[in-house]
């Protein structure tokens, strides 16, 4: 069944909890010949450090990764490629006093309910966004994978709260300047904004949201496995496998609900002998297929649901009302830390994706 | 790997494409002991009929459902349900012709592609909306399990074009008027406008898209199996795997981008004895689990990309540019048909994970 | 969790039962590409038809394969290949009577306990020889798969019983012989006193067990996935998932345990420029991955279960001791039929592995 | 693909090569509130240590697990359990200089073939039966989770070479006995020949197999999942994955293809109420499913193919024929620390078979 386990040429196996001792993934499926070493993945894992303390959390883990097996002699070597960041920074102490007290916006209640109570609450224990590391060491090694067919992946920060990024960037553009900017937008004035919007929440004891958008440039027409496992299918699920995702759109996406036909379809074109489409309103899938076009994503991020506003809640051990409020370290905006979040699960998709479509062979380069 | 099939417990295979000799399904995992006759199919299958043929397109199929295997006695037996339907009004004459012009906004240059020009490309074939009618047996077999359960699956028309349905209706009386109009939208007058919105896009040879809204009442809490396998995550990969849908949001969903934590966080309290929250805005999953509430899902389906207006294509005989214009019998708004789809994917998902989280047996009821 | 599947790539999925309306199965992942017809199917189908009327069931179906879909222009496309064969002699009258009396060596006490009684009885129902035609079917797509690559899969009977065929013959004449005699067996005088045997069993009221080889040549090296999905480990379990199989081994098998290093390991040489070994205890695999060398593998079938004799039992109506001397048309021997079913098994198995390895690519050539 | 997962409900990830940092594994699907430390994996893990050196290997590592993730306060949480032992002893120098020189018997050559040379080969990599240290982890969980609902399993040598255990032991006699011998074999008369018949072969350069039976008791009646997750296919495939393993049989097993119909069936009969067969030909399973007589399987196991004879291969440089003689500490003969794998490997497969049967349910005791 493999709940914590996706992908099924790249396979990405999970585990960990936030308070517990680490975090950890297993990659089975990664073809033999790639060279990889423990900076590979650490360059990754650098990006979710906050550039600007304000507007993240006091925790500020220098997260470490230890690859375990599956490298050889600096490269894959076609066995399981485990890897594992140690929790060090964790604090518990916080959360004894609201055991019993869910927090909304939290998976404690549910979570409580489904495992009879002997789920590690601590830090929301497996339902942490801590456990989104599995995802960046997993994309680190996807990134590496695809680079090396010329396939890169670019997330941003398009929208906090209520501002949004207007201007239209080049890929360069945004490929350049995203990690300027704390909250990863690529355009600085509006970063700036974001900024202003999150130092306010944060000072308000709120929080807020947010879009984030990805491309992914270079993906061959064809990726992708109609029926069920069609493309776009399998971005749409581990993106809402992320954390605080509440909604996912390709291309114009909600906005193509609204159009005909005859604005809404993307007109084919020869350009320099090649296929083209004149828009992209598709995102560069069809019929759960790549077409040859920048595949285009948009995730929802719903506002942290860790505030210190005094909120509504239940005690879960005499069922009767109460009120909490959060303590402990939190994103104001989680924003900043999920753009190579979704940037690391777009591209473990688009791993899987190719090798399932023979385009990844199972051995990189001949080398015995 | 199992491309076309989806769910772990309650395992679906799909085959079949629309000019072939049919579409079939193959359920694996249904508990035994399940009251089923074909009558329990055929009535889902008759709500993808067209209740007012001028929206709907010339291909008026009466779908009849056969079930091959997995019955016996009216009682289903816990060995694979396998069910077909025939095609019988496929005509494929009009696609001899534009064979080598991929129509824009379909999959046919991907899939040409991809299949080395081997794919069945006849009314998009694998690719067709044809297909759904398998999640419709599915589903059905679903909603007849769920049902045992108390849980109920409800969709509904919620936007055609720019005409959105503003009021907000109790799912009581969604359930009991969203058939009753051609749009499948329970809002009469509202259903009014959208019809007169798709004749026209007919009329103009242009088509229309919209937005789906879908709920299941009475889930329990504690459904779904994160990380990977988050509900959500499912629901919303079996919902981009049906053709046309561009975009996917829980609850608040995009909107929810847009809120302060405060705003957003569904507040606990206890109502006669049980755990509610006082709104909704999670769309009942919170990390990946039901919370006890409606879990509300919304799909954007884009307009139908079969248009009768001109449009720009390429050759891929002589790779040259081209233009198009796509005859034979289309739906200028495939909502009406796409209403009952989604609701049997949702009801699909929740079958396979009550069951794989223990909450639905494995024989419903002893007999021996 | 689809048991009713297997493979990976080359993923099967089968469906319905003895007396049912049909028997089929799904093929989700041949290659696009593959010149198929129902003929190929047939013919391998027309192999599991007796010989010799004697040493079979009365039971004489003249198999009639239909194929559903993936075909196209007489090439697979790359979309799931159904295909049924319709049940048309099945005597479901003698069932009743021992509907409540389990008979020995079969499923059926396991069976009702296990679905609460709402499983099809009649004639095993979904335990049956009966559904071995889906892996027929199976693995006829699978051999002409195969057989692109030169890849030769060959099964015969190796003993009846206590008949043991001593004699040791080439591939090529195992090839040409085993279906010229009604025991499949290639060395014709061993074939007689085999036959000679079932034809007293039969008359005795009582059944005969036997062992089948099977051989697969040109196997490419490397082809297996350790650790768990080994080739011999895949191969090992659809062979236990044939019914009346009760034992699987790989080359020298038991024999290797009562042999010394020295004496089982087989050494290397260099012969015309290729890697061989000069034995094959290990039967072609080692670590889980083909060798290079023939893969060899042998089963050890019961006799069936279905015999005239009285036999103890007990009705499950009262629980109470029983006897039961099962009526119908049963195989005095089932190795007759069993042998191109063990054939069509490992077919099967090798088509899914040579895939995953990337030795047989998505599509087969390019046709466009 | 998952081709190093096993299992579906309690599906089990294994990583980690034999001179790498460590062997791990993640078991994904373990119900919440099974009390369990590290002590209950060490006992298993103890249980493969030689009881006395001259039988084994000069490598004696005492393995110590470290439990990652999964376990809180004592219980596991339903989350992934992340358990690794660090290999502590590995000395790779003697295997540059036979890194062209594939061993006999070994994967060294099919390995290299696969993966392009850029597998791991130092003590095999992960080929080394060191992996098997993964399935003892595994399955110390399995065991603790089936004897918590009365479900023992029980290996024991029953052959070295030539050396056989005549003598028919009570599972009693069994589970009290066979860990008091170096040898594994609760007889101990037998089990000083077999160990004399290992010290002879260790002295002569050379080494053997043999043959260990596992049974299972008080396994449910109904567990497996037919068609091709039948128990017996899904035990063969898990045994066949056990390095050296080359063949496996239940109950009369090969023996009953020499058996008519009548001898081999297994009559029913009530005893106290009790449905059992008098016999147990089948080795408790009947169709794949569990009869509720005890299992009972067997595995040929082939001699190590490790010896310091002299034997012949070829250089894979030049390609040309050339001798080794294996260096390094090899146990004569496996069988002393392939028991307790066999029975892991049973409990790994009856935990998960249990689990999906419904007979093990998600969390095992409520606490909340």
Redesign the interface.
Known sequence: ??????G??F?V?????SH?????V?I??CP??LPLSEKDIQAELDRRIPAQPKIVSGRIEKDKVEI???V?NG????????M?VANKEADSSDYEAIKDL?R????D????????????YRG????SGR?TV?LMMAGAVAKKLLSAFDVDVLAYTK?V??VKMGKSLSPEEIRERRYETAVRCPDSACAEAMEAAIVK?RK?G??????IECIALNVP??V???????L??????????V?AV?????????????????????????RQ?K?V??TN???GI???????MPIIVRV????????T?E????N?RN???ATIAVKGRHDPCVLPKAVPVVEAALATVLADHMI???LI????????
């Open positions: 069944m493999a709940r914590n386990s996706i099924k040429e396979a196996t999970s585990f960990g909890e517990g001792k680490c975090v950890g297993v089975d499926g033999a010949g375990l097996s599956g050889f490269f894959t070597t076609g066995a399981p490629i485990a594992l869910p909304p916006g939290h998976a209640y549910p979570a409580r309910e489904k495992y009879g109570g002997f789920n590690d929301g224990g497996r339902f456990v599995v929208a709260g209520k929440a308000d709120d929080s807020l949201g947010g879009i027409v064809g992708g496995e109609p029926l069920f496992d069609a776009d299918a399998d971005i749409a699920k581990i993106l809402l496998a954390p509440k909604g996912v759109e390709f291309g114009a996406g909600f906005k193509a609900a609204e159009l005909k036909g005859s604005e809404n379809n993307d007109a084919y074109r020869m002998g296929v489409t004149l309103n598709a995102g069809l019929g759960g297929l790549s077409s040859g929802a991020v719903k506002p942290t649901p860790s505030i506003k909120q509504r809640t239940i879960l069922m009767e009302d399932r479509a023979g062979s199972k051995v990189l380069r001949e080398k015995k």
